[in-house]
Each structure stands twice: as structure tokens, then as C-alpha cells.
């Protein structure tokens, strides 16, 4: 019903820039809630950021002052501009959107399939 696509992750230097992004389609109505997670290898998937229909903010404190979040609302995109990269930021960084669907008007939670960001010392 609703699918992810992400774009823009790649191979970058430590104190580098990429720019990361997630268009949604198919049958929604609206998407409360977009945002990013990342999984390292050997980790837990974490929140990195997250940005609600209004322009709200939420950062993980690791990336706080480095990574900016951001949202156009007319394309459904959500958009990840990572700066000062650091090693420890290597992972596949996921898209989310929390979706409310056209048929139902009930809310439910999508994933991106995942691109990877690697950040060589």
C-alpha cells in the first residue's frame, strides 16, 4: 500500500557530508511522522531522527549539532543531511513513516528497505 524509497547513501571520508532521502507513495492520506533509524552491524536499531508533520525535531544525542532533518510535506520526503561525519556513524540508515492510509484513515508504520552509509577514518 505505501512504499519507501531511499537514496543517497554512500562512501565518505571522517569529517565528510552526505545527504540522504526517502520518498513515500502509494495510498496515503497523510504521514504524521517521518524520520530515520540506523542499525550497525552487531547493534540494535537506533533512532537518529525524526520530524513530525509540523516541523517538530527529534535528534539522538549522538548526532545532535551534525545531522539536520528535514520534510517536504507536498512530496512526502523526508531528507537526512549529515555533516562531520564520524566512523561511528557507519550503519544502514533506514527510512520510517508513520502513515495514516487513505482507505481506513487508520495509522500504521512503514520502513525503507535501508541504504548504507560507511565513513572511512
Known amino acids: 500500500q505505501v512504499q519507501l524509497v531511499e537514496s543517497g547513501g554512500g562512501l565518505v571520508q571522517a569529517g565528510g557530508s552526505l545527504r540522504v532521502s526517502c520518498a513515500a507513495s502509494?495510498?496515503?492520506?497523510?504521514?504524521?511522522?517521518m524520520g530515520w533509524y540506523r542499525q550497525a552491524p552487531g547493534k540494535q536499531r537506533e533512532s537518529v531522527a525524526l520530524i513530525s508533520s509540523s516541523g517538530n525535531t527529534n535528534y539522538a544525542d549522538s548526532v545532535k549539532g551534525r545531522f539536520t532533518i528535514s520534510r517536504d510535506n507536498a512530496k512526502n520526503t523526508v531528507y537526512l543531511q549529515m555533516n562531520s561525519l564520524k566512523p561511528e556513524d557507519t550503519a544502514v540508515y533506514y527510512c520510517?513513516?508513520?502513515?495514516?492510509?487513505?482507505?481506513?484513515?487508520?495509522?500504521?508504520?512503514?520502513w525503507g528497505q535501508g541504504t548504507q552509509v560507511t565513513v572511512s577514518s
Open positions: 502509494g495510498s496515503i492520506f497523510s504521514i504524521n511522522v
Open positions: 520510517y513513516a508513520r502513515v495514516v492510509i487513505v482507505d481506513t484513515h487508520f495509522e500504521r508504520t512503514y
